[in-house]
């Protein structure tokens, strides 16, 4: 069938695509990896809210040992990587152990933000292989931002890049 809707093909046709299609698509499911391509698209929006002159690099490419988002705040720079859960339950972040140790190996500060849930084991995690260089935050919208900015900040404000 023919979608005769031009508001809908017009978009793509032209070059334009939208903020969350902009990003990659990730994980198993259609539905988690578009729940994912917009969350991404709404940290990117945070991160342009709260640090209007920093860089923000994007990893476009789907790998398990690089964070998606670097963001570069007067001249330091804080790895985001961000995880979606479908239910609010338990973040583990069996998935962050080779992230984890490549930010580790290379003395690399990381904020892990997650969609909803409860990170404490995944907080753990972080902590035994980053120690100080390593942050997790539930954030869902703006009215998380303070907690965001708070974590980023933290780990700009620690006075040597590397061990």
């Known amino acids: 069938m023919i979608d005769t809707h031009i508001r809908d093909w017009l978009p793509s046709w032209l070059g334009h695509r939208g903020a969350a299609e902009a990003f990659r698509a990730r994980g198993t499911s259609s539905r988690v990896s578009r729940l994912a ?8 929006a945070a991160l342009q809210r709260l640090w209007p002159k920093a860089r923000i690099y994007h990893d476009r490419e789907f790998t398990r040992d690089r964070a998606d988002f670097l963001l570069v705040v007067r001249g330091r720079g804080v790895m985001i990587e961000t995880k979606v859960k479908s239910d609010p339950g338990v973040f583990r972040g069996s998935t962050l152990p080779p992230l984890l140790d490549r930010l580790q190996r290379d003395g690399r500060r990381l ?9 404490a084991p995944a907080r753990d995690l972080i902590t035994d292989k980053l120690g100080d260089k390593g942050r997790i935050v539930v954030w869902s919208g703006p009215h998380h931002d303070t907690d965001l ?4 900040e933290a780990l700009l404000n620690q006075t040597t890049r590397h061990p």
């Open 37 to 44: 391509a917009q969350y991404d698209a709404e940290v990117d």
């Open 111 to 119: 904020v892990v933000l997650v969609n909803q849930g409860d990170p």
């Open 149 to 152: 900015h708070e974590a980023v």
